[in-house]
Structures are given as structure tokens and as C-alpha cells.
């Protein structure tokens, strides 16, 4: 049974949020540099602002609750986009297509190096990884520097996951820019298209991990270089499908939005379920990690996200922000001189 739950995991999510996630921010990236820009003067310092905020809440997450944080992540890759906000979409079609060429044959290339050069690489992979500031046996000030000792590690071995992520980045930001999300009922069409191409892109990705099982060299490394998009497709699947709903059963639209009291409160609810989570499944607090299977874990997530759910209705019914996006809002704005304006947002394609 616990090997079904880890395998559920390993298919329907690992890798898959974190990139949707990442599509998500290129998006909001987008949304929030064109209201700055009819705002204020300089939309591109605001912006860098923004992220350098982001940045401080991620080194705060890092050292006094976890190593997988997020936030510094996003902040220090999210100033490469103000390098594209003006560019056209065509223009940022190409860098989109030209990164996923890239990260398509870098496999190919490493399976044939590893053909011809026996010796073995001594970058650490991501899965091999352990969190040694999380072992049962650390105090929680012990935890703190075992956590950044072993950030460096960490960072070496996540190459793939930030590069997808930045990919994702550019891909939130394309399709802003070509207004698919604007009266999307008159975008049916182009909806219904991307949902079958990620579709069969998801199902073939997914196909990988049964290839990968077969003792067969040739199969192996398939499965492989299938596997390097099983992040990206997975959360293109996952997002074309809410639109495919959205769109096409009108009367689940009520049943979706319960999503977004969550959404509205990310960055709240992203450090809630890291301190929630350690609280309750590490040594230093109840240390669950040590007495459950993978199911039970599973069922504490599930059991955390529904009190987090709860938890951002009530507060959104008393309060417009969460408490930390408003802490981020009010340190990322402060007192700034604002100038109505309507100015284009960027260049026509």
C-alpha cells in the first residue's frame, strides 16, 4: 500500500506543482509589471524590489524552517525577466522553443558521452539527496546550520529543476502576452489544442516511468529523456485541463474557485505548510516522519491543504490580503509617487 501511495506521488505530482507554480509566477511576473508601468515611473525597479523581499523571506524560510525553499529560488532567476517583459511574444516564442531543444538533446548527448567515457560523474543527483538538517537526531537549533552546510549540495544537484523552472517563467509570460487568458470563452479553439497536445504529451511522458522498468539498455535510456519533461508537461496538463473545465462545464466554475482563497494567500499558505509540516513530522517537534508510512504522510498533506483551505476563506472574509502577502505588499509599495498613465505595456508582435 505504501508503494502505491509513493508511486501516485511520483506520477500525478512530483516535479508537476512546482513547475505549474513557476508557470504561475511568469504570469503574475506579467500582471504585475503592467499595472506597475501605468503607475509609476520606473516599473522595473518596483519589480526588483519586489524580489528582493521575496528573497529575504526565502533566506528567513531556509535557515529557521526549511532547506527545500522556494522563495529565494524564484526571487534571484525572476530578475532574469525583466530582460524579456518588453520583448514581442514571437521573440519569446523562440527562446521558449530554443530551451526546450536544448534541454531535449542534453540527455541524448549524456548518454552517448556516457557510452564512450566509463567514468562516473560525480554530480550528485536530485533524488539521491539527503536533508541531514532533518534527521530525527537534530536538536532544532542543530538543524539551522545543518541546513545551510548542506545548501550548496542542494543547489548543485536542482540544475534541471531551475532550468525548467525559468522555462515555465518565459511560457506564463507568452501566453499573457497573447492574451489567452483575456475572454477566454472566445479562445476556445486555441484552449482545446493546447489541452490535447499536453494530453498526449502527459500520457507518453507518464508511458516513460513503465519504459524505465524494463530491463532493456535501449528502453532505459528512452525513459530517460522522457522523463526530463515529466515536470513541464505534467503541469501544462494539469492547467490546460482546469481551463478545459472552465471552459467547457460552466456549472463546476463555483466548485473550481475553491482553489482561490489558496492562491490569493500563497505565499502565506507556502510558509504555513513548511512550518505545519516540519512541526509535525520531524524530531524536533512530533517526529510523525519516524512512525508513518508514505500513506499516512499522504494523508497529512491532504489533511494540511484542506486547513489551509478553510483557514484562507475565513481570513479573506474579514481582511482583502493574507497576512504575509500584505507584509510583501506594503514593503514592495511603501510610500511611492504614482502617476496615471496608458502607456503600451510592450512592443506589438
Known amino acids: 500500500m505504501n508503494d502505491v501511495f509513493r508511486n501516485l506521488v511520483t506520477l500525478f505530482a512530483e516535479e508537476k506543482f512546482v513547475t505549474l507554480f513557476s508557470f504561475l509566477f511568469g504570469v503574475g511576473f506579467m500582471i504585475f509589471m503592467d499595472r506597475a508601468a501605468q503607475r509609476v515611473e520606473s516599473p522595473n525597479k518596483l519589480f526588483a524590489r519586489r524580489l528582493s523581499i521575496l ?12 532547506t527545500g525553499d522556494i522563495l529565494a529560488i524564484y526571487a534571484i532567476i525572476g530578475f532574469l525577466l525583466l530582460v524579456f517583459y518588453k520583448r514581442t511574444p514571437k521573440t519569446l516564442l523562440r527562446w521558449i522553443i530554443a530551451l526546450i531543444v536544448i534541454r531535449f538533446l542534453t540527455p541524448v548527448f549524456t548518454i552517448l558521452y556516457n557510452g564512450v567515457n566509463t567514468a562516473s560523474s560525480e554530480m550528485p543527483k536530485f533524488a539521491e539527496f539527503v536533508m541531514t538538517s532533518h534527521n530525527s537526531g ?6 539551522i ?21 525559468f522555462l515555465m517563467f518565459l511560457l506564463g509570460m507568452y501566453f499573457v502576452k497573447k492574451g489567452f487568458f483575456k475572454d477566454m470563452e472566445s479562445k476556445k479553439p486555441v484552449w482545446n489544442r493546447i489541452w490535447i497536445i499536453s494530453t498526449i504529451a502527459f500520457l507518453i511522458s507518464q508511458s516513460s516511468m513503465l519504459l524505465g522498468m524494463l530491463k532493456n539498455m535501449l528502453w532505459m535510456e528512452i525513459s530517460s529523456i522522457l522523463g526530463q519533461y515529466g515536470g513541464i508537461i505534467g503541469s501544462m496538463f494539469y492547467m490546460s485541463t482546469l481551463a478545459m473545465l472552465f471552459l467547457h462545464a460552466p456549472k463546476l466554475r463555483g466548485a473550481l474557485m475553491i482553489f482561490t482563497n489558496v ?50 476563506k475565513l481570513w479573506l472574509k474579514r481582511f482583502k490580503y493574507g497576512p504575509m502577502e500584505w507584509i510583501w505588499r506594503k514593503l514592495t509599495y511603501g ?6 498613465k496608458a502607456a503600451p505595456l510592450y512592443a506589438a508582435e
Open 145 to 165: 546550520g545543518a541546513r545551510w552546510a548542506e545548501m550548496g549540495t542542494m543547489l548543485a544537484s536542482s540544475f534541471p529543476m531551475l532550468y525548467s523552472m
Open 55 to 66: 528573497l529575504g523571506f526565502g533566506v528567513l524560510h531556509i535557515t529557521f524552517v526549511w
Open 138 to 143: 537534530l536538536t532544532y537549533l542543530g538543524s
Open 335 to 340: 510610500k511611492i509617487n504614482e502617476r496615471p
Open 263 to 312: 492562491g490569493r494567500m500563497s505565499l502565506t499558505c507556502y510558509l504555513l505548510h513548511s512550518i505545519i509540516g516540519t512541526i509535525l513530522l520531524l524530531g524536533y517537534g512530533f517526529g510523525l516522519a519516524d512512525r508513518i508510512q508514505s500513506s499516512g504522510t499522504f494523508m497529512i498533506g491532504l489533511a494540511v491543504y484542506a486547513v489551509l483551505m478553510i483557514f484562507s
